[in-house]
């Protein structure tokens, strides 16, 4: 069977697809201020990380917190103690790719955390105060939203449909000429 582009037509099909992407690597520091004037620092270690995204402009914004912990030694290393903070950011990530046909009131941001908040060092300050905690993280987000596929479509109401016994044979046996 051979088809003619007059036997071509399109349908339009509204469907929920990813009409964006972006992701962003990104090392912060943070100031905690223990209870004690700390002597050295034993370890560091970051948990509790939770975070949601929203499309801002061209742009998705992830806010997210998390708990900083610090284990380290006071009183001329002769005690120790654990110094905790929870910590909040803001990470704006420019997209890719971004449609703009897509259905802007339906619009929704999934982020996926690509590598947990992870604490790279953690020193005293030169004054012996507070404790500078080096985290690093890397987020992934995508925008998903309603938009239109245009899919080609036939008739093939002159073929019987036993004469086709999968796709694969439809596929096969269909020639389109312009």
Not at 71 to 78: A, L
Not at 131 to 143: D, G, N, P, S, T
Request: hydrophobic share 35%.
């Amino acid at each position: 069977m051979v088809l003619s582009s007059k036997d071509l037509s399109y349908r339009e099909i509204v469907a929920n697809a990813v009409c964006g992407r972006g992701s962003k690597y990104s090392q912060t520091t943070y100031t905690l201020r223990p209870a004690n004037r700390p002597t050295t620092i034993g370890g560091c270690w970051v948990m509790n990380h939770t975070c949601e995204a929203e499309l801002v402009g061209d742009y998705a914004e992830v806010r997210g917190r998390f708990d900083v912990n610090v284990w380290y030694s006071y009183n001329g290393n002769s005690e120790t103690a654990v110094a905790k903070d929870t910590v909040s950011y803001v990470e704006q990530i420019p997209l890719r790719e971004l449609d703009p046909d897509a259905d802007r009131d339906s619009r929704t941001v999934a982020v996926r955390v690509l590598q947990a908040p992870n604490c790279l060092d953690a020193t005293v300050t030169g004054n012996g105060s507070e404790m500078l905690v080096r985290v690093e993280k890397e987020l992934a987000v995508e925008v998903i939203g309603q938009t239109k596929l245009c899919v080609v479509t036939c008739d093939l109401a002159d073929k019987k449909e036993d004469e086709f016994t999968d796709e694969e044979d439809l596929l096969e046996e269909v020639d389109v000429e312009d």
